[in-house]
């Protein structure tokens, strides 16, 4: 019989894809099953299935039919081999193609094939991860860079947003690689520019919070989506992000990089965030998986660090432990482990960094039984997070768990400790490498201790697995076949037009309206005369710590942006400064250096626009290198300073507080082991942390008095308020017409000001939902528990509303909707793995 007069052509059709489909399958498996390394052919031998060109940017791209885009520097010593008529990079220069330089071969099998030819010392070079003191220029390698580049350092940080154009971040990143080819003692792995979150030359988009304010996991999945683009064509290809801790702390600094306090939210906007940096997609917005716009993204800080006892921060010594009264410990894993299953193709997060904390269950016992900070401990890595969470991804620790924030370890050395981490289950040391070979030389000092310790062949295990998960993040993104970028697109496509919209239009879903008295922010109308407003200028004290600031009194809005839409009144000031002597003997601005509007002029505006933030701790820490005091004041002694500091109450209201109620705690939950003596004789007890009857320092508490004063002119007023923590809205509520607020500040801007106008001149209505409970008082923030969502007593306003959880108003008043129902419940609980 004649088969083909019997199918019809449709089927006939679909037969012949079947075929094609089967004989490409055969051909990749036959591939992958082949014996490496495989001689090649001559170049340019058989058919030919490939085709090289020169590119405009000075390198060369090699495009195999079928297949994966080669870049390579011509002259740098890498040649291209030929095998089977496709084109590939001969990475060793042993003329031969190896499993890891196969293109057709799956990433993670690539990974570990290359572990085994890569040297112990240079495997240690891949661990360090410095913030790099190299110059950056379009032109030349600095010796520093090349130094580096030569010792086996392949995380890279970029340069800084803003601090470089395109063309110098194209020719930085291409001479850098175009180095790596040529050195021949080392395996010629292209380096990874890594990153946190950026700003200057990439669209601008609400923080995580914000983010979280939107209750709308797909604005998270486009900014993920659109983000990676522009990071990739600037040659950026790790974040460290995405923070997801848990805020069930009010008072903790760290609260702007969150997706709020609620877990399952956060589960949500992680798993959301995630996939859209992960993954790449298609022109028809298909997720294809690993690709040319993918970013690794490390999830952090595992396991968590928003339960930080009396909201004090980690990065410091005074804000070393995580505590869990309410046993919810493995509640604050939960968007952890929902990362480990994405919905998109990538399947799950890269990467992750760990938190600095110790955490102390509610009866004091160490979490997992050791009083260890996160990057040590075996009971968080090795034994929770990948034995019993399947988990096997590249682990970077916090930057300065080995110096000024090694909790739990101060007494090892510091061979010892970066021994610790490696056994614990880190894979590399974050902030590490500044000093070039004496950096790798104390980390070979670890690994022989290690031999010692565990025996040469365990301990060569520890490298080779830790090593084989950082290559995994070089393999994936597609880097070692083409690490070379393009200025036409790092031109092109940070911060473009479309994510720029995108990115305004986020920012106005995030504003989250919570008083509306009287519809004073209503759907505009058209036509009528500008109405007059008054937007007094607000004063910022001079800042220490990290980031030094002089004093400011700027207008709350750029008065351009709001000269669009009113007729502003704002406040002038003093042509003499009468502040402190700056370090050129020069006056700075004081607070009566500004002159404030009359009582009669404000109260010839329409109403009034205050922007303020709100209540700011100004509470001292202690031994934190590089000082965060404000006097920048250490004495360089852990022991002189567990002595003689003293505990303060963080503030979540403007005036002064005092703890001194009877649901302050006592006794501290978390505190350091110190030795103490007692009647003779020398024993260990635990440091007592409590602030009972201390009160705390807040440095803008002006903010509320111009509040106030402004509301006693005006006819109307509306608060706009750049929040990064819950606060006390007793203070002025009452007071005022309209209350706006946009999440931000700390680490992460501010809401931009045309997206609160957009708000204010009733162009959008607003739709954001509260991702934080507001507390009635600062007993409510007492009683409640660092580890637990979601348990205080919310403020209950004059209209009526209490600011919980998901509460948000729009034109018509309190927003219920499908998010409301969805989130509006009960909050999940984390269990231990069984």
Aim: aromatic share 8%.
């Amino acid at each position: 019989m004649n088969i083909s007069k019997v199918i019809s052509s449709k089927q006939k059709s679909l037969l012949v894809f079947v075929l094609l489909v089967c004989i490409s399958a055969l051909f990749f498996s036959c591939n992958t099953s082949e014996v490496y390394p495989i001689k090649p052919d001559p170049l340019g031998s058989g058919t030919v299935k490939w085709k090289e060109v020169s590119t405009p940017d000075g390198w060369t791209m090699v495009t195999n039919e079928v297949g994966t885009t080669l870049g390579y520097s011509k002259g740098s010593g890498l040649e291209i081999i030929q095998v089977k008529g496709f084109a590939f990079k001969d990475l060793n220069r042993n003329n031969l193609l190896d499993q890891f330089e196969d293109w057709r071969v799956d990433f993670e099998t690539r990974a570990k094939s290359m572990v085994e030819e890569i040297p112990i010392e240079q495997m240690m070079g891949m661990k360090m991860n410095p913030f790099g003191s190299w110059k950056v220029n379009p032109d030349a390698l600095d010796s520093i860079m090349k130094n580096s580049l030569e010792l086996g350092y392949r995380q890279l940080r970029a340069p800084r947003g803003g601090t470089a154009d395109a063309k110098t971040k194209v020719n930085w990143n291409n001479m850098v690689q175009e180095y790596i080819e040529t050195l021949n003692n080392v395996v010629c792995i292209p380096a990874v520019w890594i990153d946190d979150p950026r700003s200057g030359d990439v669209s601008n988009w609400p923080s995580n919070l914000g983010l979280a304010a939107t209750f709308d996991p797909q604005i998270g999945a486009q900014y993920g989506q659109m983000m990676s683009k522009e990071w990739r064509a600037m040659g950026i290809s790790m974040q460290v992000a995405t923070q997801m801790d848990l805020a069930t702390e009010p008072r903790w600094l760290r609260i702007p990089g969150t997706f709020g306090e609620d877990p399952a939210l956060s589960v949500d906007m992680a798993k959301a965030v995630i996939n859209g940096w992960q993954s790449t997609y298609d022109d028809d917005g298909n997720d294809i998986g690993w690709g040319k716009n993918s970013v690794n993204n490390q999830m952090k800080h595992f396991s968590g660090d928003g339960a930080a006892e009396g909201g004090r921060e980690s990065h410091t010594r005074d804000g070393a432990y995580n505590v869990f009264p309410g046993g919810q410990f493995f509640t604050h894993t939960l968007p952890f482990i929902a990362c480990m299953n994405l919905p998109g193709k990538t399947k799950t997060v890269t990467a992750a960094m760990t938190n600095y904390s110790i955490g102390i269950e509610k009866d004091g016992s160490p979490v997992g039984g050791e009083r260890l900070g996160t990057s040590f401990s075996p009971y968080k890595i090795n034994k929770l997070l990948r034995e019993q969470y399947g988990w096997d991804g590249y682990i970077l620790t916090d930057f300065g768990i080995l110096t000024s924030k090694n909790y739990g370890v101060e007494n090892l050395t510091p061979v010892e400790k970066r021994l610790a981490t490696l056994e614990a289950g880190c894979d590399a040391f974050g902030g590490e490498g500044g000093d070039g070979q004496k950096s790798v030389d104390l980390a070979m000092e670890a690994y022989k201790l290690g031999v010692t310790k565990l025996g040469e062949t365990e301990m060569n295990e520890i490298m080779k697995l830790s090593t084989e998960r950082i290559l995994r993040t070089h393999f994936n993104i597609g880097i070692v076949d083409n690490p070379y970028l393009n200025l036409e697109e790092a031109s092109a496509i940070p911060n473009n037009a479309a994510h720029i919209s995108a990115g305004h239009q986020a920012h106005v879903k995030s504003i989250v309206m919570l008083k509306n008295a009287d519809g004073i922010i209503r759907e505009a109308t058209q036509g009528g005369e500008k109405p007059k407003v008054y937007i007094p200028r607000v004063y910022l004290a001079a800042t220490g710590g990290w980031s030094r600031t002089p004093a400011s009194a700027n207008p709350g809005f750029n008065l351009d942006s709001v000269g669009k839409y009113y007729n502003v009144l704002t406040d002038e000031l003093a042509k003499t400064f009468t502040g402190p002597l700056d370090n050129e003997g020069k006056p700075t601005l004081s607070p009566n250096d500004i002159i404030r509007a009359s009582k009669e002029e404000i109260a010839q505006c329409k109403f009034a626009i205050v922007r303020i933030s709100n209540p700011k701790n100004g509470n001292p820490t202690y031994v934190e290198s590089g000082g965060m005091r404000d006097d920048a004041r250490t004495s360089g002694s852990l022991k002189v300073e567990e002595k003689e500091f003293t505990y303060l109450p963080i503030s979540l209201k403007y005036r002064p507080y005092t703890a001194n109620s009877k649901f302050v705690r006592l006794e501290s939950i978390g505190g350091d082991m110190i030795e103490v003596t007692e009647n003779g004789v020398k024993k260990m007890v635990k440091e007592n942390r409590s602030y009972f009857k201390q009160t705390g320092i807040i440095t803008n508490e002006s903010h509320l008095d111009l509040v106030l004063n402004t509301a006693s002119s005006a006819q109307k007023t509306i608060v706009v308020l750049d929040v990064s923590n819950p606060m006390i809205f007793s203070e002025f509520e009452r007071h005022v017409d309209a209350i706006l607020i946009g999440f931000g500040g700390g680490r992460s801007g501010n809401v931009p000001d045309n997206a609160f106008l957009e708000i204010i001149t009733g162009q959008t209505e607003p739709s954001g939902l509260l991702p934080l409970q507001m507390p009635a008082n600062m007993e409510t923030v007492e009683v409640q528990f660092e580890d637990v969502p979601r348990d205080m007593q919310c403020y209950f306003d004059r209209e009526g509303n209490i600011y919980d959880f998901a509460f948000g108003l729009n034109w018509s008043g309190v927003i219920n909707d499908e998010r409301t129902a969805k989130y509006k419940v009960p909050p999940i609980v984390g269990e231990p793995p069984k």
